[in-house]
């Protein structure tokens, strides 16, 4: 497998993008902060369109909040048909523990579904104490981290088939 250098916003290093003949990626994003998700979700649109791949390799599914993250990734990987799958979201802190209720469920989602599917899925869901800070990091003043997860996609597909060989 061919490899490119890539800058990855946010970072003054130099990483190593392997290139996955025949990469297929599946994204799901929630709606709700869609200002800040479908930042996140250009990101990484972004990423993989520069690192050579076509939009017909990546499927995108939109369900309503984080909280519909983990069933929707999981319905994907029992797909069998993604090398990889992106759980894109962002929760900002309210008054009440909702904030830490919804956290919790993703961050907890994301770490089952790594453990018991074939296929590694990717967690890109910001949270956040302000709007500000999400904007920051949906392609703002500190990086995009749609951008990151698109890399940290590519490196575990890549990984993945490194170990089935």
């Known amino acids: 497998m061919s490899s490119q250098l890539n800058k990855t916003e946010g970072s003054n290093a130099l990483h190593t993008i392997p290139h996955v003949e025949g990469l297929t990626v599946g994204i799901v994003c929630a709606e709700w902060n869609e200002k800040i998700t479908g930042a996140l ?98 392609g703002g003043a500190l990086c995009n981290k749609g951008t990151e997860a698109a890399e940290a996609a590519i490196k575990m597909a890549h990984f993945a088939r490194t170990l089935s060989r």
């Open 41 to 138: 979700l250009q990101g990484a649109l972004d990423l993989f369109a520069e690192q050579g791949y076509t939009r017909d390799a990546i499927t995108i599914a939109h369900v309503p909040g984080t909280v519909e993250l983990t069933y929707a990734a999981a319905q994907m990987a029992r797909t069998g048909r993604y090398d990889t799958i992106i759980m894109i979201g962002c929760v900002i802190r309210g008054g009440t523990p909702h904030f830490d209720y919804v956290c919790d469920n993703a961050t907890q989602g994301c770490a089952y579904l790594n453990a018991t599917q074939d296929v590694p899925i990717i967690f890109c869901v910001l949270t956040t104490d302000d709007e500000q800070q999400a904007l920051d990091r949906a």
